[in-house]
């Protein structure tokens, strides 16, 4: 059974930051390409940034220049540093891992809420 755990989301003042973590457990033999992505109410799921095994990142452009993903591959884990947020990033924030356990897999976590207040 893998699972993917988020934690750090919580309520921020605009121009606060923040730091998203997501640590992977269970039966994992590699761990490709994670990701997080997020939902505001009302709106569909987005993909916020991405990075390979081998550390090539990928920015929405709305967060380019104030958040960064990062991983540590020794630990299974994806973090994402969010600066300078701004009340638009409110939103469920979601981890996303392809996971090779006994089968090459999708794995989402439950969410962490981020608000922003203005």
């Known amino acids: 059974q893998v699972r993917l755990v988020e934690s750090g989301g919580g309520l921020v003042q605009a121009g606060g930051s923040l730091r998203l973590s997501c640590a992977a457990s269970g039966s994992i033999f590699s761990i490709n390409d994670m990701g997080w992505y997020r939902q505001a109410l009302g709106k569909q799921r987005e993909l916020v940034a991405s990075i390979t095994r081998s550390g090539s990142t990928n920015h929405a452009d709305s967060v380019k220049g104030r958040f960064t993903i990062s991983r540590d591959n020794a630990k299974n884990t994806v973090f994402l540093q969010m600066n300078s947020l701004k009340p638009e990033d409110t939103a469920v924030y979601y981890c996303?891992?392809?996971?090779?356990?006994?089968?090459?897999?999708?794995?989402w976590g439950q969410g962490t809420q981020v608000t922003v207040s203005s």
């Open positions: 996303n891992a392809i996971i090779l356990g006994y089968s090459l897999k999708n794995y």
